[in-house]
Each structure stands twice: as structure tokens, then as C-alpha cells.
């Protein structure tokens, strides 16, 4: 059976995926010129790769860990020391670790905890023990239902100090969803903390071993076309055709090379694009229907990706760090995490800037000042004094709508990958599924589609 997809981000190769492995044959369109989506990424004129975003594989990521393995391509990850380091806020080139030790969970996690004393006084800890107790007792129930709370309306409400928020949470905040405490859903933070804290090897940490294009879409594309899929890039999805019922005709597509429209009629038809385009490629005759029409509540947070490569090696931390700053969120030297950018004696950082809503449209020169700035901060040994480090070059990419935006009361606007539409189904990491806006969601609701498709459609 045909099954026509359009966005081959994770979701949609995802769904491919598992559609080829049940028989059927899908054909992805891609509006852009490399496949990926939010993991897309480009090799500059030196060669040298620059992304959409740093990302990090979780041990919590059991959807996405499976796909590794089913593609064979498990030793394209490459896992660091169970740690999470963050930089100290006072003195921005010293770190305060939590180092998990090898126990089951949640001994781990309490034994990290308990032992980092830099960030955390013994008084904010038991408080937040306490605060977290009805999270670990009564389990994803309650996590769904702190939706309502923002993550400081939570920790108030918890009496837990507002200390834990600043020395910890701001950073886990922008990590998760690039927008600060004060906005973000408390359902995201006891999600993610559920997540680690439940799992031994949740917190865990791997970089891919090389660009997202080649060690993972490539593998997934190789394997959806040796079992008959096709993915079509430079493809865009144009309308969505339907029949006098309502249901989907066809997909109308067009080529960005000029190549005339062409109309894809299919089985049954995917949308794995994200909610912002698929929200402008809804048929009129289905904007009223209550499915669609509460995607108005979902919307894409702006996020820009820096790299920016040095005449000098800046650490050797091999691993993810939390900057603490305003500007920043999570970066890494991706001449130590990454075998294919590996480095012996210069850097190449990777840092996110988040949140961007105030830096979205500001030129590249204005980022990379305010950033140098900010690096000055994390690397002081390295800019002082004669020997400088000197900035070589760097990239910029820009997501001014990237994963939706998880404030509060969010959860209610998700939809089913099955919608009332016999023959269309969603993916993507907004769809309904426990993973969130993340590479595990994207990957988990395209596999739920899929099976929705299977089971729709017996062969
Ligand atoms: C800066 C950044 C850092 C991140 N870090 C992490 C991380 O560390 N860990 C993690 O788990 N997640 C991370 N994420 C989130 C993760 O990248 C996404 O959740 C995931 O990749 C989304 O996959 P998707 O398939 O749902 O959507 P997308 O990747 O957005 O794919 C949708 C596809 O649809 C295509 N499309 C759109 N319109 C059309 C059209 N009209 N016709 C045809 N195609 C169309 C798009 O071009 C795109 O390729 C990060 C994201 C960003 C932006």
C-alpha cells in the first residue's frame, strides 16, 4: 500500500521506517534540500559541518536507542561519563558536577545529588526531596496534572526555595524547551526529572559520532529505499487535496527547482511536518473540526545554534555543559565530543542560544559580539594576556519556530497521530505521545503512526 508522508524530519523517516518493515511502501517529500528537519545539517566550503542544533541522545531515549539498533548503527553513538556539569554561577570557569554513580536508580541519582554541596545547601535539598514526594508517589498522573503550573508556580506552590530554581532549574529549563522557568509547563521539568531520576541509565548522555545527515538520517534513508520507500528532497507539499467527503485525494506537490506541480495520490497520507506548516496547510473544510482547530494553541519557540571554531584549544571537557548564563543554554567542544570534529589543538563550540525571542532577527554580528562576550566569561584564561584565542569562524543557524512552545496547559493541544480523517494521520514531536519536543517524541510518534497505519490496513 502507498503511503505518501510530507517532512522528512525524524518523525517522518521514522514512520517510514516502520511502515516498510510492515510491507507497505512510503514516499517522503521534503521541502528542503538535505533531510533531517531540526537535526538537518550542512558542510561549509572548508568542510567542516555546522547544525540546527546540538543534540543529545538519553539513556531515557528508549524509542530512539531501539532505532539505533535496528538500523545496526548503535556504534554511531558515542556516551560520556554519567555526569551532568554544570558551570558555577559566581565564578564562570569553575564547574560543579553530578557524577551518578554505577547503582540502580534511584539510589544513583540521590547519591549525585547528595553529593554535590557546591550548588545545593542540605536544607534546599531536603526541601526539594519533600516538594518532589508527590511527583514519586503518585506518579505521570500527577505530572499531567501540574500542567496547569508553570515550573516557578510549582516550586512555590512546594515551598521549595527559590535558590533550587536559579541554581539548577533555569538551566535545565532552557535545556529542555529554550524558554525560562518562569514560562516553561511544571508537566516538562517532572517529566524529564521523572525520566532521570527513575532510570539508572536515564541521564546518560551520547553525542552522535558525526553529522546528524550522514550517522543517522543517511542509514534511515538507505534502509526505507533498499526496502522500496522513496524520499523525495526539494519537494515541498503544497495543498492537501481532498474528496467530496472530506477525506484526502492527493497530495498537490512542486518541486523548489522549478520541475511542474505534480498531485501524489496515495493509500493513505502523513503529515510529519511541524505544527507551525501543517497549521497553514490545513484545508478549509477541516479548520473547524475541534482537532485541528486546537493546533491555534501550538506554536514553535524561536532558538538560534552557534559554532565557532578557535585558532586554540579552549578544554578538554569531553561532555554537554550548562552555561548559567542569560544568553546561553547548553553547549559543548565538539572537537572532544565528536570523532568526525575532533581536534587535537583547536575548539570548534557548539552553544545554543536561548532564550532567542529577543535575538531572532539581530544580525550576525550583534550575536556573535554579545556571544564572545559571554565565551570571555566561561574561557577567562584564554582571552587574557598575549596569547589570545583568536575566533577562526563560525555559523549561525537560525530556528525561529522550532519545537512547540511547552507553557503551560499545552498538553490539551496535542493531537493523536490518528485523526478523524479515515485516511490522514500526524507525526511529529508535537503529536500526543510522553516524550515531548525531543528526537525520542519525534521518533515515537512516528512509530505510533505507523502502527495506527498497520493496523488500519492490514496487508
Ligand atoms: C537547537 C535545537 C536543539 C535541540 N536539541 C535536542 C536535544 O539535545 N535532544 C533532543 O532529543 N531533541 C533536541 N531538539 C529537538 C529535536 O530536534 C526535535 O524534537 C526533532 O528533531 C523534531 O523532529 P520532527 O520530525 O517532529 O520535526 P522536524 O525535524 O521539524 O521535521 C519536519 C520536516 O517537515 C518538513 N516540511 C515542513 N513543511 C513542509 C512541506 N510543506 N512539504 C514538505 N516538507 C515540509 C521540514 O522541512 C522538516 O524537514 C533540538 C532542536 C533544536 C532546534
Redesign the pocket.
Known amino acids: 500500500m502507498l503511503v505518501a508522508i510530507?517532512?522528512?524530519?525524524?518523525?517522518?523517516l521514522s514512520c517510514a521506517k516502520y511502515l516498510v518493515d510492515n510491507g507497505h511502501t512510503p514516499l517522503i517529500?521534503?521541502?528542503?534540500s538535505v533531510?533531517?528537519?531540526?537535526?538537518?545539517a550542512w558542510k561549509d566550503k572548508d568542510g567542516d559541518w555546522y547544525e540546527?542544533?546540538?543534540?543529545?541522545?538519553?539513556g531515557a531515549?528508549p524509542n530512539l536507542l531501539q532505532l539505533f539498533k535496528e538500523l545496526d548503527i548503535e556504534d554511531h553513538l558515542q556516551w560520556k561519563t554519567h555526569s551532568m556539569i554544570f558551570n558555577q554561577l559566581e565564578n564562570r570557569e569553575t564547574y560543579s558536577r553530578f557524577d551518578f554513580p554505577d547503582l540502580p536508580a534511584p539510589i544513583n541519582g540521590m547519591v549525585a545529588i547528595l553529593r554535590n554541596n557546591d550548588m545545593l545547601t542540605w536544607e534546599e535539598k531536603i526541601k526539594f526531596g519533600i516538594g518532589l514526594l508527590p511527583a514519586i508517589i503518585k506518579g505521570q498522573n500527577y505530572v499531567e496534572e501540574m500542567d496547569c503550573y508553570s515550573w516557578s508556580e510549582w516550586i512555590s506552590k512546594q515551598n521549595i526555595p527559590s535558590r533550587v530554581e536559579k541554581e539548577v532549574f533555569i538551566a535545565m529549563s532552557k535545556a529542555l524547551n529554550f524558554i525560562n522557568p518562569d514560562e516553561i509547563s511544571a508537566t516538562i521539568l517532572l517529566t524529564a526529572l521523572n525520566r532521570f531520576l527513575q532510570e539508572k541509565n536515564g541521564s546518560k548522555m551520547a553525542f552522535l559520532d558525526g553529522s546528524p545527515t550522514e550517522r543517522l538520517c543517511q542509514p534511515l534513508i538507505d534502509y526505507i529505499t533498499d526496502k522500496g520507500g522513496e524520499v523525495r528532497l526539494n519537494?515541498?507539499?503544497?495543498e492537501i487535496l481532498l474528496t467530496e467527503d472530506n477525506n484526502v485525494k492527493g497530495f498537490l506537490v512542486g518541486g523548489r527547482n522549478g520541475e511542474p506541480d505534480q498531485v501524489i495520490e496515495a493509500d493513505a497520507y502523513i503529515s510529519?511536518?511541524?505544527v507551525d506548516?501543517l497549521k497553514a496547510?490545513l484545508p478549509k473544510a477541516w479548520k473547524e473540526l475541534e482537532e485541528f482547530k486546537k493546533l491555534e494553541g501550538l506554536e514553535g519557540v524561536p532558538?538560534i545554534?552557534l559554532h565557532l571554531w578557535f585558532d586554540k584549544k579552549l578544554t578538554d571537557i569531553d561532555h554537554l555543559l550548562f552555561s548559567r548564563s542569560d544568553l546561553l543554554s547548553v553547549y559543548a567542544d565538539m572537537s572532544n565530543t565528536c570523532r568526525e570534529y575532533s581536534d587535537p589543538n583547536k575548539s570548534m563550540l557548539e552553544l545554543?542560544l536561548a532564550p532567542a525571542q529577543e535575538w531572532i532577527n539581530k544580525s550576525d554580528q550583534t550575536i556573535i559580539d554579545v556571544t564572545m562576550m559571554e565565551i570571555q566569561k566561561l574561557f577567562p584564561q584564554h582571552f587574557e594576556g598575549k596569547q589570545k584565542a583568536k575566533l577562526l569562524k563560525y555559523h549561525i543557524v537560525r530556528?525561529p519556530r522550532?519545537?512547540y512552545k511547552a507553557t503551560p496547559n499545552r498538553q490539551a493541544h496535542r493531537p493523536s497521530q490518528r485523526t478523524s480523517i479515515p485516511n490522514f494521520y500526524l507525526?511529529?514531536?508535537?503529536t500526543m505521545q510522553k516524550y515531548l519536543?525531543?528526537?525520542?517524541?519525534?521518533v515515537l510518534?512516528g512509530k505510533l503512526a505507523a502502527q495506527a497505519i498497520v493496523k488500519d490496513y492490514p496487508i
Open positions: 510530507s517532512g522528512a524530519g525524524l518523525a517522518g517529500v521534503e521541502r528542503q533531510p533531517g528537519g531540526k537535526i538537518a540546527t542544533g546540538l543534540h543529545i541522545f538519553f531515549y519537494t515541498s507539499l503544497k510529519a511536518m511541524p506548516p496547510k532558538v545554534n545554543i530556528t522550532s519545537v507525526a511529529g514531536d508535537y519536543g525531543s528526537m525520542e517524541g519525534a510518534s
